[in-house]
Nanobody
Framework: VQLVESGGGLVQAGGSLRLSCAASGFDFDDYALGWFRQAPGKEREEVSC????????YYADSVKGRFTISSDNAMNTMYLQMNSLKPEDTAVYYCAADPILHNIVVVTTDKDISLEVWGQGTLVTVSS
């Protein structure tokens, strides 16, 4: 079971990036999926999550209207389209998956919860 992110890089404020998260060893249809980020010196925060089976999607207020989460289940790949990027979006972005949506939603606030699989992270740097 593995997740591999790609697509990070350096972009100017106002620009766009699309992150990809390729999964192997499990079926997207059976999992809740999420994107998280961690900026230097800060706690990991949830950016977005969704389940394709329930059509439930969540976005953090800080990215709502700018970021879009999607997936290609045939390719077992999840995406995060990031538009109108701001310097405060600079962080390492991680994708994660778990069979239980609740775990994805609360993992950053409940220390007793751990997710089944995390990617290694991809760095996004937004210059001003």
């Amino acid at each position: 079971v593995q997740l591999v992110e790609s697509g990070g890089g350096l972009v100017q404020a106002g620009g766009s990036l699309r992150l990809s998260c390729a999964a192997s060893g499990f079926d997207f249809d059976d999992y809740a999926l999420g994107w998280f980020r961690q900026a230097p010196g800060k706690e990991r925060e949830e950016v977005s999550c969704f389940t394709s089976s329930d059509a439930i999607t969540y976005y953090a207020d800080s990215v709502k209207g700018r970021f879009t989460i999607s997936s290609d289940n045939a390719m077992n790949t999840m995406y995060l389209q990031m538009n109108s990027l701001k310097p405060e979006d600079t962080a390492v972005y991680y994708c994660a998956a778990d069979p239980i949506l609740h775990n994805i939603v609360v993992v950053t606030t409940d220390k007793d919860i751990s997710l089944e699989v995390w990617g290694q992270g991809t760095l996004v740097t937004v210059s001003s």
